[in-house]
């Protein structure tokens, strides 16, 4: 999973040695590469994501946004409890993802994140511990559906139970965290 897509990354940029951190010390870790790797900042990783503000009951486009909006505080969604922002990026492809959506949860007061992993149904146990063992707190609440017709598992989770979480932090960093937590899970899921 992570170690094919990672090596196929190195073979397709040769000349590339910045790398983010998790990527880097993975790389690092399994010897995918004898390069000097440098790191890049973690805060550039979604610098050209395409990004949309929508509203949560119609779905509908609010507006297309630059990557400067994620530098709004992750709690822009108190003011805004209509919406949703949806993220496309090219680096949800390591993890397994298209995109993900990131709203406030109107009845719980957390953070909600929904995607769909692109995982085999097979990984099912292991996608559940990782979930019981790693979303910690009070609000350890996570959906996972695997949906028949495109083979994909619909996961939902709280942010608000995912280490390192912080409700000062800006929606990009919360952005960060998220790939972070999923880089994480296709760790476990190839162990």
């Not at 922002?85 to 993900?100: C, I, M, P, R, T």
């Not at 996972?144 to 017709?149: S, V």
Request: charged share 30%.
């Amino acid at each position: 999973m992570l170690k094919e897509k990672l090596t196929q990354y190195i073979k397709d940029h040769p000349k590339d040695a910045e790398f983010f951190k998790e990527e880097k010390d993975y790389m690092i870790k399994h010897q995918l590469t004898e390069r000097l790797l440098l790191e890049k900042e973690p805060d550039c990783r979604f610098m050209d994501a395409y990004i949309e503000r929508c509203d949560k009951q119609s779905e509908n486009l609010i507006r297309n946004e630059t990557s400067s909006f994620l530098s709004q505080p992750l709690v822009y969604f108190y003011k805004h409890k209509n919406e949703f922002v949806y993220l496309e990026s090219k680096w949800w492809e390591f993890v397994h993802v298209d995109a993900v959506s990131l709203e406030l949860d109107d009845v719980f007061g957390t953070y909600d994140v929904m995607l769909g992993l692109y995982l085999q149904k097979k990984y099912e146990e292991k996608l559940r511990t990782f979930l019981k063992e790693n979303l910690t707190g009070e609000k350890t609440n996570y959906d996972l559906i695997f949906n028949q017709q495109e083979g994909v598992w619909d996961l939902n989770f709280s942010l608000n139970a995912v280490d390192g979480f912080d409700e000062n932090m800006t929606i990009g960093e919360a952005f960060q965290l998220i790939y972070r937590f999923l880089f994480q899970l296709m760790e476990g899921i190839e162990k």
